[in-house]
C-alpha cells in the first residue's frame, strides 16, 4: 500500500501518486485548509522519503469509542497507509488543570492517575482504528507543564484579544454577558503551541475545531515553521439520521459492539446516509462508492447496498469472518420473518438471564396483559425469540439484542445491556 | 512622630490617632478605596503595633524624578511617619520581556543590567523622598518569572476577559479595532499578583493605575487575603498651570536642581495651585494648609503664601538653610528691581561662561542691534546681571538662572544648563 518513489520514478509518476494521496484524503473530508499546500507537503513527503507528520488531539475525557469517533480516526489510518506518522496528544494538561474557577461542570479536574487509566482505555479502543507501528501517543503535560511565565507572555502575544473573541462560543458568551474565564483563552493556544512542539504538517478535527486548528497555523507561522494544513471532517450523524451520533442520545454503534448488534446496527443506517457512511466511517476508495452510488441512482434497492456497509463495518472491528457470520445471522434473524420496521425497544436491567425474566418488561409495557396469559402462550408455541420458536419459560436469553415475537402480530426488540455470561 | 499605643492607651486615644492619620493620610488624596476598611487596617495597627505594607510600584524606565513623581512618594514617606513599613515594587519582569510582538515602542525589552542600573538611579532620588529604614525594594522578576504555565492559569482564572475589556485603554481600542495583544492582559495581572506576594495593607497609584489597583484587591480577596486599601493620588498640574507635569513638555521642578532654581521654579507656581502643590508636594499638615487657605481667602497677597511654598519644597530637598538662602537670593534678585512678569527665556548651550557669551543670543533674538551696542551699553553702567550692575564684557555668569537687564527696559531670563565650573 506504500507508496514512495525510486530512482525510475518519473515527475509523472509521482503527480499520480500525489493526486491518488489527495483522492483518499479528501474523501469525506469537509475542508481542507489549504489544498495546495497539502499536495505541496505529499510531493516533497514522495520525494524525500521523509513521511509527514499528522497530528490529532484527543481529550481523554470520555473514554467510549463509537463510529462517530473513527471518522478522523479513519482518516488518520486511510494517511498511515500511505506511510505517514500520526501523533495522538492527548491533552492531559488541560485536564489535571480542570477549571480552576470550579464554575464548569463539564471541565472538571483530574488526577494524573485518571488521566493515565482514561488514556489507556481509549488507546485500546484507538488502535482497533490506526496503526499502532506508526502512531506516537503523546501528552502535552510533558512540554506544556514546563512553560514558565515569560514563554506563556511569548505564546499570549502571537495573538489578540479581537481574534480570540471571533471563535463563535466566546463571541456568543461576550455579546450575552457571560463570562469568560481570562484562562479559556488559553485553551486553543495550548493546543496550537502543540503543534509547534511537533512540529505537525496535519491536523485533524471536526468542525467544532476550526478555531483551534487555524490558530496552530498562524502560531507556527509565527515560530518560522511551515503551517500545518487542517483537514476537517464532518461529524457523523447517528442512526436516528438526525442527531449527531452520541451515546447519550443512543444513536450510535460503539466499535466495542458484538459482531451481530454492529451489523443489525448498520442496517439501521437511513437510505439517505448509507453513501455518507460509506465515506466517513469505512475505508472503501472512492472510485468504489462511486459505483455505489450509481447502482443506487439507477434504482436499486437500498437494502443491497446497506448489506455491503453493515459487512464493511463489521470487517473493519471484527474481520471478515465475523462479518459474514453477522451478516448470516442477521439474514436469518430479521429477514426470514416477517420483522415490523417500527418495533418498540425496551432496555433491560442487565439481569435479564432467561425468557421468564422478560415478563415483568412485558407486562409493564403493556405488550402482554399478564405473566400468565405470557406462560399460557409460551406452552401452545405461540412465542419466538430471534425468529426460532420457543416452548420453554427458562429459555436462556444469548444475544444482547433480543427481538420476542409474541402472538402474531407483536413484536419487541429487547436491549439487554452486556453480561459476562451472554 | 510614630505613634503607637501602650498599656495606658484607651479606646478613645486609639481612635483618636486614628483620626489624626486618617487626616493626613486623605491630605491631598482623590479617592480612598475604601476608607472604613482603611480605618479598621491603622487601629489593628495600632493595637498589634504592627505596621502596615504599602506597596508602590514603579516603572524604571524613566528613572528622571521631578515633583509630579513626588505626590505618591510623599504620601507614603507621611505614612512611614507613623511606623508603616514601604515596600517598592520594581516592575523588571515586565521590562525584561518587554513587548514580545515588538508593535509598541514605548515598551522596549530591557536588558537586566539595564534594568538594575535604572533601578539603581532611581533609588537614589526616591530616597531624598523615603525613609530608607522603613523602605524595603524588590524586583517582581524574583517572583513572576518562576510561575509556570498551571500557576499563571490560574492567575488568568481569577478575572474574566469582560473586567478586562472595561479597562479604559482596552475598550477604547478593542472598538476602535486597534489590536490588544493577549499578552497585554496580564500586566494588571502581574501587579495584582504583586500585591499577592507582598500581601501589601495598601497601594498607593495615580488614578491612571485605578483598574491595576482595584485587580490587586480582587485577586488578594480571590486566594483569601484582606483586600489592600486603594489610594488614588491626583496628577499633579506642572508650572503652566495646564498640562500635567512632565520632564518633555518643560513644566517641571526636578527633585535634583539647585535651591535658588528649584526656589525661582515654585514661584512660577499659578496662585490657582498654591494651595493645590501645599497639598500634593509637601508634608504640611492639613490644619496649617486649612489656615493658608484662609489667609488666601481673607484677601492677603498670594505672592506672600507662594514664597512659603518655594521655602518649604526648597527646604525638603535642600534642608532649612538652603532654603532660605535660596529665599534671600531670590528676594534680592528677583523682587528688589522692577522684574516684568513676563521675561522673555532663552536657554543656553552650556558653553557660556561669561557675560561675552551671551552676545549671539541677544542678537538672535532681536534684544540687540549688535554686539557693539552691547559692548557699549556694558561700558556705560547700562547692563545688569541678576541685579548688580556689571561693566565688564568678561564677568562669569555663576547662577543656572541668569536674568539680564539691558538698558531700562530689556529683561532676558537665561536658563544655563549645569557646568562643573557653574
Given at each position: 500500500m506504500e507508496q514512495t518513489v525510486n530512482c525510475n520514478t518519473t515527475a509523472d509518476d509521482t503527480e499520480a501518486l500525489v493526486r491518488e494521496q489527495l483522492k483518499i484524503i479528501k474523501k469525506g473530508a469537509l475542508e481542507i485548509i489549504q489544498e495546495d499546500e497539502l499536495a505541496a507537503k505529499l510531493r516533497r513527503s514522495l520525494t524525500t522519503k521523509k513521511p509527514l507528520t499528522i497530528k490529532?488531539?484527543?481529550?481523554?475525557?470520555?473514554?467510549?469509542?463509537?463510529?462517530?469517533?473513527?471518522?478522523v480516526l479513519r482518516k488518520v489510518r486511510q494517511m498511515q497507509q500511505f506511510g505517514h506518522r500520526a501523533v495522538i496528544i492527548i491533552g492531559d494538561f488541560t485536564g489535571k488543570i480542570g477549571d480552576p474557577t470550579g464554575r464548569s461542570k463539564t471541565r472538571k479536574q483530574l488526577t494524573e492517575e485518571q488521566v493515565r487509566e482514561n488514556a489507556a482505555t481509549y488507546?485500546?479502543?484507538?488502535?482497533?482504528?490506526?496503526?499502532?507501528?506508526?502512531?506516537?501517543?503523546?501528552?502535552?503535560?510533558?512540554?506544556?507543564?514546563?512553560?514558565?511565565?515569560?514563554?506563556?507572555?511569548?505564546?499570549?502575544?502571537?495573538?489578540?484579544?479581537?481574534?480570540?473573541?471571533?471563535?463563535?462560543?466566546?463571541?456568543?458568551?461576550?455579546?450575552?454577558?457571560?463570562?469568560?474565564?481570562?484562562?479559556?483563552?488559553?485553551?486553543?493556544?495550548?493546543?496550537?503551541?502543540?503543534?509547534?512542539?511537533i512540529n505537525a504538517d496535519i491536523e485533524l478535527g471536526g468542525t467544532d475545531q476550526t478555531f483551534n486548528i487555524l490558530m496552530g497555523r498562524t502560531l507556527q507561522k509565527s515560530v518560522g515553521q511551515e503551517s500545518q494544513i487542517a483537514i476537517f471532517m464532518p461529524l457523523l450523524e447517528g442512526l436516528d439520521g438526525v442527531e449527531k451520533m452520541?451515546?447519550?442520545?443512543?444513536?450510535?454503534?460503539?466499535?466495542?459492539?458484538?459482531?451481530?448488534?454492529m451489523f443489525k446496527k448498520a442496517m439501521e443506517v437511513p437510505d439517505n446516509l448509507i453513501l455518507r457512511y460509506f465515506n466517513l466511517v469505512t475505508d472503501l476508495h472512492p472510485d468504489e462508492i462511486a459505483q455505489l452510488s450509481e447502482r443506487l441512482s439507477a434504482g436499486e434497492n437500498p437494502r443491497q447496498i446497506k448489506l455491503l456497509l453493515a459487512e464493511h463495518i463489521t470487517a473493519l472491528y471484527h474481520g471478515e469472518a465475523e462479518a459474514a457470520k453477522a451478516k448470516d445471522y442477521f439474514l436469518s434473524v430479521f429477514t426470514a420473518g416477517e420483522l415490523p420496521k417500527d418495533m418498540p425497544h425496551v432496555t433491560g436491567t442487565g439481569e435479564e438471564t432467561t425468557l421468564l425474566d422478560l415478563i415483568p418488561h412485558l407486562t409493564s409495557g403493556g405488550f402482554i396483559s399478564s405473566g400468565s396469559e405470557f406462560r399460557r402462550l409460551v406452552k401452545q408455541g405461540g412465542v419466538s425469540v430471534n425468529g426460532e420458536r420457543v416452548n420453554q419459560l427458562d429459555t436462556p436469553l444469548t444475544t444482547m439484542e433480543t427481538v420476542l415475537k409474541i402472538g402474531k402480530k407483536t413484536f419487541v426488540c429487547f436491549d439487554l445491556p452486556k453480561q459476562n455470561d451472554r
Open positions: 490529532l488531539g484527543l481529550d481523554p475525557s470520555a473514554p467510549d469509542i463509537h463510529l462517530g469517533h473513527t471518522v488507546m485500546e479502543q484507538i488502535f482497533k482504528v490506526l496503526d499502532r507501528e506508526k502512531t506516537q501517543v503523546l501528552f502535552n503535560s510533558e512540554w506544556l507543564a514546563k512553560l514558565d511565565f515569560e514563554a506563556v507572555i511569548h505564546l499570549a502575544a502571537s495573538t489578540t484579544v479581537a481574534r480570540l473573541l471571533e471563535r463563535e462560543d466566546f463571541s456568543k458568551r461576550y455579546r450575552n454577558n457571560e463570562p469568560i474565564g481570562l484562562h479559556e483563552f488559553f485553551y486553543p493556544l495550548m493546543q496550537a503551541y502543540d503543534s509547534v512542539q452520541s451515546k447519550s442520545l443512543g444513536n450510535y454503534i460503539g466499535v466495542d459492539e458484538a459482531p451481530e448488534i
